[in-house]
């Protein structure tokens, strides 16, 4: 069970990197204010993701399942 947390994880943590990047060039070209704001807000609740599907792997492999 936890390698399928681990798995989802890892997922949503590409998903993070690749919206930061898109948020980082999008600042660079100039972009729209709020396009620049959406993308922060997608990465943070991506990061929020990343991090139950983590804590949720650490406590199913300490309970051995």
């Known amino acids: 069970m936890a390698s399928?947390?681990?798995i989802f994880a890892i997922i949503?943590?590409?998903a993070v990197v690749f919206v930061l990047i898109r948020g980082l060039i999008n600042m660079m070209r100039g972009g729209s204010g709020s396009t620049?704001?959406?993308?922060?807000?997608?990465?943070?609740l991506l990061q929020?993701?990343?991090?139950?599907?983590?804590?949720?792997?650490?406590?199913?492999?300490?309970?051995?399942?």
């Open 4 to 6: 399928v947390f681990n």
């Open 36 to 44: 620049s704001n959406k993308l922060m807000q997608a990465r943070v």
């Open 48 to 65: 929020f993701i990343a991090l139950v599907l983590i804590l949720l792997a650490v406590y199913f492999n300490r309970q051995g399942g």
């Open 12 to 14: 949503v943590m590409a």
